[in-house]
């Protein structure tokens, strides 16, 4: 049977419009995962604390793959693994290489070159966009990682809220952003089972990113080729759904390997792409609304009660 984190602290009570945490399936994983942009765009101090520190992290990894410093990259990736606390994500050890220093490595290994070809490249929602086989599941892992004791903290408020106290007292690594290293810290903690519960807010989750290799090659470079004069048929030009649908036939990979190769003779693209990102979430709403959560983890609509 599934429990939520409402059967815990507040009787069973369900429904989004009363939490500001993501009321997840303790016992099972939820689908959801922690996104970079909504950290940067959505309003408020935790938002705020947390992207500065976010960014303090992204600053000092992408740093140390510019100077190729092996010892730093493996430091850095030394507690970027998968996390379950928050019960987010696919879990169960199913992050495949991103379970390990030595996967992660693996994973970002092309950084060292891309890193001197694409100057421009700098910010935790590059990685999906031009690192293959990292995704959602892999960069929301890395960012519990390094929020760690923002979400501690969250996590501890809200258990104050609804009167419950700390049943554990657990150590864990998480990103100090004025010392900028992995610090081990102590903190009041809610276990379940034996496991650490991390709550999460609501307004910091997605289904999916809405930045990804094909929305970049989309919205950014094709305009540009096509500003360009390129895609032209005699003096009109080819439809972008035309572009792509005949792109297909290229090979499995040929927006990812179309966007690396425009971005690395035009590393100003990847800047248009950040500058407009948030104006692409705005089109699509920036978080998840209470009724897509309820769906989403209960399974059904939550009736609203006046």
Known sequence: MKKHVSDYWNNGIKGHSNYDFVDVVVNDDNKLFIDPMLLEIVDGEWSKEANATVKSFFDAFYKSYRKKDTMKKKAL???AGEQNGTRLGYGCGNNGKGNTVNGLLEIFAPLDQLLQEISTMEKAEDLPLLI???AEDGLSDLLT????DQLNRFTLQKM???GVESNASLPFWTWDSIEKCWKEIERPSYCINGQELLVVPKYIVRKNYLFSTGQYFNRIILERIREEGG???GDKLIPKKDVVKAKRFSGEHWQYDESLSYTKKNNDALNEYHQKLPHFY????YSMENEELD???YGYPIEQTA
């Open 295 to 297: 769906e989403f983890i």
């Open 160 to 162: 104050e809220k609804y």
């Open 231 to 233: 895609y032209m048929n």
């Open 132 to 134: 293959p086989d990292f």
């Open 145 to 148: 990682n390094v929020l760690h």
């Open 77 to 79: 990736l030394s507690h």
């Open 282 to 285: 705005a089109e699509n709403g």
